[in-house]
């Protein structure tokens, strides 16, 4: 189960974390992902991490500006944004994969989605 929340409107140039509740990963390590679509185009994975090793991954319209992290005593994955671009506005969701991701960012490896949560920028 996959539970989002931080999204909201916020400016131009301004930060916003998202948080993601996670339950049911196995301990070795998976895949977890933020990944946002706006209505009537794809879906973009934007960062990913491997929770065994910490490894991270980002795609590169936000590499340097985005951060993924965990906690793994909350079971918490955290996507902290900065120098948010209008770009940005879109649902970011939240997603886990079972097994071996060959590419982490592609949204298809991603089998357990969270409801989503929206980032506006204005």
């Known amino acids: 189960q996959l539970v989002e929340s931080g999204g909201g409107s916020v400016q131009a140039g301004g930060s916003v974390r998202l948080s993601c509740v996670t339950s049911?990963?196995?301990?070795?390590?998976?895949?977890v992902a933020w990944i946002r679509q706006v209505p009537g185009k794809g879906r973009e994975g934007v960062a990913s991490?491997?929770?065994?090793?910490?490894?991270?991954y980002y795609a590169d319209s936000v590499k340097g500006r985005f951060t993924i992290s965990q906690d793994n005593a909350k079971s918490t994955l955290y996507l902290q944004m900065d120098s948010l671009k209008l770009e940005g506005t879109s649902k970011y969701y939240c997603?886990?994969?079972?097994?071996?991701?060959?590419?982490?960012?592609?949204?298809?490896?991603?089998?357990?989605w969270g409801q989503g949560t929206q980032v506006t920028v204005s």
């Open positions: 991490i491997y929770t065994g090793t910490d490894r991270t």
């Open positions: 997603a886990a994969a079972d097994g071996v991701l060959l590419y982490p960012l592609w949204s298809s490896g991603y089998t357990y």
């Open positions: 049911g990963g196995t301990e070795d390590g998976f895949y």
